[in-house]
């Protein structure tokens, strides 16, 4: 039974939220063969490899997450904070890649 079959496609589509295309995710994408996502914050690691598995049909080979703190932030006297997020940093099997400028099919 594959890391696929064991949670249903509905949650698995929900799981991931979006790419992080930035110049530290472009960074490790390039030395450490990694793809970074912004996860749903209550995502294990399970989940995210088979979403990742499922959506881009590619070899999973770990995943390491980050509990990222939103940042304090002011406006005049009132103070807020921004969401927390989880970002998770998908290693792909030796030769896989994922191309986010293709368009989808």
């Given at each position: 039974?594959?890391?696929?079959?064991?949670?249903s496609?509905?949650?698995?589509?929900?799981?991931?939220?979006a790419?992080?295309?930035?110049?530290?995710?472009?960074?490790?994408?390039?030395?450490?063969?990694?793809?970074?996502?912004?996860?749903?914050?209550?995502?294990t690691?399970?989940?995210i490899?088979?979403?990742?598995?499922?959506?881009?049909?590619?070899?999973?080979?770990?995943?390491?997450?980050?509990?990222?703190?939103?940042?304090q932030k002011?406006s005049?006297r009132?103070?807020?904070?921004?969401?927390?997020?989880?970002?998770?940093?998908?290693?792909?099997q030796?030769?896989?890649?994922?191309n986010?400028?293709?368009?989808?099919?």
């Amino acid at each position: 039974m594959s890391a696929v079959q064991k949670f249903s496609d509905e949650r698995l589509m929900k799981v991931l939220l979006a790419p992080v295309i930035s110049e530290k995710a472009t960074f490790v994408a390039e030395k450490n063969e990694q793809v970074v996502f912004l996860v749903a914050p209550d995502a294990t690691k399970p989940e995210i490899k088979a979403a990742v598995e499922m959506l881009f049909k590619v070899q999973v080979e770990s995943v390491q997450v980050a509990n990222r703190i939103g940042k304090q932030k002011r406006s005049g006297r009132f103070t807020g904070r921004r969401n927390h997020t989880k970002r998770a940093f998908v290693s792909l099997q030796p030769g896989q890649e994922i191309n986010f400028t293709e368009e989808a099919k």
